[in-house]
């Protein structure tokens, strides 16, 4: 990978690591001014299922070098689950939001859940579509691929014959 991509997944891994903080930070919250209610479960879930989904990246990361293909998509598929779960549950958590001063009148907080809850999906949403925004590199050397340029196979028949053709190229 280039450096400018390092540096764009890096940006979106801070963007991430923001969103799942935020999260945590509302737990935090709710836990000190309100500590009698519930209402904890919603930004707990969206926070741990985030956090956990780095992991899942990462055995996918580590899978794809590796040529792990089952490894490969079953983490892919842990990861999306997880996501989608966390992003749902900050939604959850922004629905909940409007109800804090009916469910605990006596909170004295000087946050501003709504602001931390939209600024946390917004986040969410631009770490998982910008990577799917972004141009792939190349994965096959294009010297390899020149030089087959125009250059007939052979294919292996059952019958022993053999089949000459010419080669598929791709722009």
Not at 91 to 97: K, V
Not at 142 to 168: C, F, M
């Amino acid at each position: 990978m280039t450096l400018a991509g390092n540096i764009f997944f890096g940006i979106i891994t801070v963007l991430m690591v923001i969103a799942v903080v935020l999260q945590f930070f509302i737990v935090g919250e709710l836990d000190e001014s309100c500590p009698d209610s519930n209402l904890t479960t919603a930004p707990t879930i969206a926070g741990l299922t985030l956090a956990v989904s780095f992991v899942t990246n990462g055995l996918w990361l580590f899978a794809k070098k590796k040529g792990l293909t089952l490894v490969r998509r079953t983490s892919l598929l842990a990861w999306v689950v997880l996501v989608l779960s966390g992003i749902a549950a900050a939604g959850a958590t922004l629905g909940q939001i409007q109800l804090y001063d009916t469910v605990c009148p006596a909170m004295e907080s000087e946050t501003d859940f709504n602001t931390a809850q939209y600024i946390s999906i917004v986040l969410l949403i631009i770490s998982v579509a910008a990577p799917h925004y972004r141009k792939k590199e190349a994965t096959v050397a294009l010297a390899s691929q020149e030089s087959l340029v125009g250059q007939p196979i052979t294919l292996d028949r059952p019958s022993g014959a053999n089949l000459l053709v010419k080669p598929l190229v791709f722009v």
